[in-house]
């Protein structure tokens, strides 16, 4: 018996979907080829395990990507492999990441003048003393 594939490209029998075609659907990235090479590299995991762009999910799993600096942490609500606009994208999925670091908390981090080299014993314990470690 053949798989039906519904309107939303979702297939009706077992109502999974590709994690790269659903990261891609409900615009937590841009192109699916780059949801593709986030899942190759790595920076995709389901359930928490590393997913392959080819692994299905359903309503109910975890996915965790880490992009543009940021991981998102969202549980599946509807599989949809057709990009969807953002209202209907918004409810496909419920959004457990934690907030974006404020601009000021983004700033601290230590920018070294090119051509500076490495850090001598003294700046890296400044450095790191500015980042709040010990």
């Given at each position: ?16 979907v590709?994690?790269d ?31 392959k ?82």
């Amino acid at each position: 018996m053949a798989e039906q594939v519904s309107r939303t490209g979702t297939n009706t029998d077992t109502g999974t979907v590709r994690v790269d075609a659903w990261i891609w659907s409900v615009r937590l990235t841009k192109t699916r080829s780059i949801a593709a090479t986030a899942c190759r590299a790595g920076h995709v995991k389901v359930n928490g395990e590393r997913a392959k762009p080819a692994q299905s999910v359903r309503a109910g799993d975890e996915v965790r990507l880490f992009h543009a600096g940021r991981e998102r942490i969202v549980v599946v609500r509807r599989p949809v492999s057709k990009r969807v606009g953002p209202p209907v994208a918004a409810e496909c999925f419920i959004d457990n990441s934690p907030p974006p670091p404020t601009p000021i908390e983004a700033a601290v981090v230590g920018i070294r003048d090119r051509g500076a080299g490495r850090p001598t014993k003294r700046e890296r314990r400044e450095i790191e003393s500015l980042r709040g470690r010990q």
